[in-house]
């Protein structure tokens, strides 16, 4: 498939490209950034209602003294144990959600993701209540449930997307965990102030399942299922896929995991989720007690800086198509260009981050060193359609693997590095900073060595009626 020339999006008979609205691909994508959003609020909240849950609040005691207490007393390292815990259950899915993808639909598999861990939201307030093991078992089961919503998407791109659209439909999907901060985290300060912690399990619960409710009746699993699809945008698919969009793949799981390609996906993804988790986990914190913002304030830097990344994978995505389809550039050259400058400029905004002090500094150059990674992302993201379509849920979920254990083991590095008392400095940050950029450079490098960008010799493809 590579760099072969399909005809653009005017020749699905549907109009001018701008009408995006009138396409039910475009429909499933824009669907598919909610649904993450969505499932997202019911991942992240825990970060901002930890700290609600564990900051020091006047007590009066029967004889009239005041002192201060808080609602749970958890150190840094409990802390990191619970909020890495969601990883535990997250890895484990990952692979089979793509498998599974392929035999029920991807459609199916997204909603029994973010229904199920909508589900599970309404009863995290009384697990955290009830012990520090049973907050664990929720956070496990919730990223059991989530663990097949990446590779669920990428079921769907692979007999939804034409190969040269497969950039921005994905990005415009993915780009959903990115905004999901931008919106999430400051609607949990405004719940936390006003309603209470516990109200951000179940507000997030609530919009999970009306989503669902809307997904399961207007998304289908591949085009030739679809009943709402015209038949110029029904032919115009397939013509552009060239092969059978509803045949189940016979996936080569020793060329898979064999293959370097696959691996510079692998490996790039890991790198980049681990300054991406360590800020989504940790960057609250380092905002209210480290540089003394206000939770809502640290809220919002912290949402800003995943908007920015959304924001920079729907451009880059789009100039990536443009590149291949005018072929100016290959889809190899295309992926290494994006993903080795995007990492490149990503490591100099964390060094600056780990020796400059001045809080506003330190405010912009972290925001600017995850940002930043919209561009990594606009590459090695849909690099797995790249490479091997059929078999790209299964890459997806590998990948996707991998990079949880960035999840699991980057906040408990950071709780190493960050004391248990409320105000850590600085300095106690700057290798934290450090260590994301050496992984970045390790993951760039990488994939500007290994990546490619043509269909795979291995690659099974279907046979036609």
Not at 120 to 143: D, E, H, N, W, Y
Not at 212 to 234: C, H, M, R
Not at 396 to 423: K, L, M, Y
Request: proline share 4%; with cysteine.
């Amino acid at each position: 498939m590579g760099d072969r020339q399909v005809t653009g999006i005017r020749q699905d008979g549907l109009g001018h490209p701008c009408l995006f609205f009138k396409r039910r691909r475009y429909y499933i994508a824009m669907m598919a950034c909610i649904g993450y959003v969505v499932s997202y609020s019911t991942r992240v909240n825990l970060s901002v209602a930890i700290l609600y849950m564990t900051e020091l609040h006047n007590v009066t005691l029967k004889n009239g003294t005041v002192v201060k207490e808080r609602e749970f007393n958890w150190d840094e390292k409990t802390q990191a144990v619970i909020l890495a815990s969601f990883f535990y259950g997250y890895l484990v899915t990952q692979i089979p959600g793509g498998y599974l993808a392929g035999i029920i639909g991807g459609n199916h598999v997204l909603n029994i993701g973010v229904a199920g861990s909508g589900l599970i939201s309404f009863v995290g307030p009384l697990c955290v209540k009830f012990s520090v093991a049973t907050a664990i078992a929720m956070r496990v089961v919730c990223g059991l449930l989530q663990g097949v919503t990446v590779p669920a998407v990428s079921s769907l791109w692979a007999r939804w997307a034409p190969p040269l659209e497969r950039t921005i439909l994905s990005t415009i999907a993915i780009s959903g965990n990115f905004f999901s901060s931008f919106i999430i985290m400051p609607i949990c300060g405004v719940i936390g102030d006003n309603l209470g912690w516990e109200w951000m399990f179940y507000i997030f619960g609530i919009v999970s399942l009306v989503w669902s409710l809307i997904w399961v009746f207007t998304v289908f699993a591949g085009p030739e299922k679809d009943i709402f699809i015209k038949k110029s945008e029904l032919e115009y698919i397939q013509n552009a896929i060239g092969e059978r969009t509803d045949q189940k793949p016979i996936h080569p799981w020793k060329k898979i995991f064999s293959s370097m390609p696959v691996g510079a996906v692998v490996v790039s993804q890991t790198g980049h989720n681990w300054g991406y988790y360590t800020l989504l986990l940790y960057g609250p914190k380092y905002y209210k007690e480290t540089l003394k913002l206000s939770v809502n304030n640290a809220t919002v830097y912290t949402g800003l800086a995943f908007t920015i990344t959304g924001i920079l994978m729907q451009v880059f995505g789009q100039i990536s198509d443009i590149l291949r389809s005018r072929k100016i550039m290959k889809t190899v050259t295309v992926r290494k260009l994006f993903c080795g400058s995007g990492f490149a400029i990503q490591i100099i905004f964390m060094l600056m981050l780990a020796f400059i002090r001045e809080t506003k500094c330190c405010v912009a150059f972290s925001i600017l060193a995850i940002g930043m990674g919209g561009i990594t992302w606009s590459a090695f993201n849909v690099n797995p359609l790249d490479i091997a379509a059929p078999h790209s849920p299964i890459i997806s979920g590998i990948a996707n693997t991998c990079a949880t254990f960035s999840g699991i083991f980057s906040p408990v590095v950071a709780g190493f590095f960050i004391p248990d008392e409320s105000d850590p400095a600085m300095s106690d940050w700057m290798w934290i900073w450090i260590i994301c950029a050496v992984i970045y450079g390790i993951s760039g490098l990488f994939f500007v060595i290994f990546a490619a960008g043509e269909k795979q010799a291995w690659v099974y493809t279907p046979p036609h009626n």
